[in-house]
C-alpha cells in the first residue's frame, strides 16, 4: 500500500487548534493512564547548545505510540538559530506515522504547523485543569511563532481577557499585539518592562530563546501559573526551586533539558520535587487547580506523544477527505 505524503500546505488547510487541542488532551489522558509509550527524544547536537559543530542546529527524534488512536510514529525535528534572520524558519519537521502491528508506514507529513500548534494546546490543556477559572488575564514572554499559537491555543479553551505581552525586539511586541488583537478580538497591551507582564495575571506563558532565567521568583505571586516553555532557562533558581508545586509533562526528559536543566545540574533539583505529570493531572490521580495560597511552575517540554496524537488526527482527516498523494517505496509492501 503507498504511503500517503501531506506537505506543509496541507496540514494547514486539515489542522484546526480545537483538533490540536483535543489530541493533546487524549494523549495526556493516554499517558495519565499508561496506555501511551514515549520515550525521551534523542538530540543531535549540531551547535544549538554547544560550542562543535558551529551550525546552530539540532536535530530530535521523537517516537511515540497513542493506543486509544492505535498509531504509533516518530517526529524529527531541527531548530536552527541561524534560520530566521535568512528568511527561514526557526522549525523544520517531518513526522512519519505507521502501524503499530506490522511497522509499515502509512504517511509521512510536514511538521512544523504540528509543532507550533500542539505547543500551544499542551499548556492550554495543562491549564484547563490547573485554573479555578475560565475567564483571566495572561502575561506572555515571546511574540513569535509560538507566542501567537499559544493564545489561539489558550483562546480555543478559555475566554482571555486581557494579554501583556513582551518581547526583547520591541516592535516584534507591536507587530504582534496589532495582527493578535485582530485574530482574536482579545485586548493586547506590550509591556516595556518584563517583570510588567506578570502583575495581575494568572498564567505567565514564556516562549522566548532565553537562557539568562530572567522570570524572577519576586515577581511570580501566590495563585499564579507560569509556563516556561523554551528549550533553556527562562525562570531564575528561586523560582523553580521555590514553587508550592512542579508539574511536567515528562519526569525523564525535564531532569535533562530545558527549565530544569540549570537546578538539576547544580544538584539543586530532584526527581522527588516534581509534584505530578500532567498526565497524572489531567486523569485525575494528582491533584490539580490551584490554591489561592499557591505557585506553579508547569513545564510541558513537549514530546513525541503530542506530535503522533495530533499527525494521526491529521491523517485521519486527510484519509476522509481525499488528501495527499500516495507514493510507493516498496512495491512488495502491503497493509
Given at each position: ?163 501583556k505581552v513582551y518581547d526583547v525586539n520591541p516592535e516584534a511586541a507591536k507587530k504582534y ?86 537546578v538539576v545540574d547544580q544538584g539543586k533539583f530532584t526527581e522527588d520535587m516534581i509534584t505530578a505529570t ?58
Amino acid at each position: 500500500m503507498p504511503v500517503t505524503l501531506i506537505n506543509a500546505d496541507e496540514v494547514k488547510k486539515l489542522l484546526t487548534m480545537k483538533d490540536t487541542v483535543e489530541a493533546c488532551e487524549l494523549a495526556f489522558t493516554d499517558w495519565g493512564n499508561g496506555v501511551a509509550i514515549c520515550p525521551t527524544k534523542i538530540t543531535l547536537e549540531l551547535g544549538e547548545d554547544a560550542d562543535w559543530p558551529t551550525y546552530k542546529n539540532g536535530l530530535n527524534a521523537m517516537p511515540a505510540y497513542i493506543h486509544s488512536q492505535k498509531s504509533a510514529g516518530i517526529k524529527c525535528v531541527g531548530g536552527s538559530l541561524n534560520n530566521p534572520a535568512n528568511g527561514l524558519p526557526y522549525i523544520i519537521a517531518l513526522i512519519l506515522l505507521f502501524d503499530p502491528a506490522t511497522g509499515i508506514f502509512r504517511c509521512i507529513m510536514d511538521g512544523e504547523q504540528i509543532t507550533n500548534y500542539r505547543t500551544g494546546a499542551q499548556a492550554a490543556v495543562a491549564a484547563k485543569y490547573l485554573v479555578n477559572e475560565k475567564s483571566f488575564d495572561m502575561g506572555l514572554y515571546g511574540a513569535g511563532a509560538q507566542g501567537r499559537t499559544q493564545l489561539l491555543a489558550f483562546s480555543e479553551v478559555f475566554d482571555i481577557r486581557k494579554v501583556k505581552v513582551y518581547d526583547v525586539n520591541p516592535e516584534a511586541a507591536k507587530k504582534y499585539a496589532a495582527e493578535m488583537s485582530k485574530a482574536t478580538g482579545i485586548e493586547i497591551v506590550v509591556m516595556e518592562k518584563p517583570e510588567d507582564v506578570c502583575r495581575d495575571v494568572t498564567i505567565v506563558v514564556s516562549v522566548t530563546h532565553g537562557r539568562d532565567k530572567f522570570i524572577k521568583n519576586e515577581w511570580i505571586k501566590p495563585g499564579q501559573i507560569v509556563f516556561p516553555m523554551g528549550s533553556f532557562t527562562e525562570c531564575d533558581d528561586a523560582l523553580l526551586l521555590g514553587a508550592d508545586r512542579v508539574i511536567v509533562d515528562s519526569i525523564g526528559q525535564t531532569m535533562h533539558r530545558g527549565s530544569l536543566k540549570s537546578v538539576v545540574d547544580q544538584g539543586k533539583f530532584t526527581e522527588d520535587m516534581i509534584t505530578a505529570t500532567i498526565g497524572e493531572v489531567v486523569t485525575g490521580k494528582k491533584g490539580g487547580h490551584i490554591k489561592p495560597t499557591e505557585r506553579i511552575v508547569c513545564i510541558p517540554i513537549g514530546t513525541g506523544a503530542m506530535d503522533v496524537a495530533v499527525a494521526t488526527a491529521v491523517f485521519e482527516k486527510a484519509k476522509k477527505q481525499g488528501i495527499g498523494a500516495p507514493f510507493v517505496f516498496n512495491e512488495n509492501v502491503e497493509i
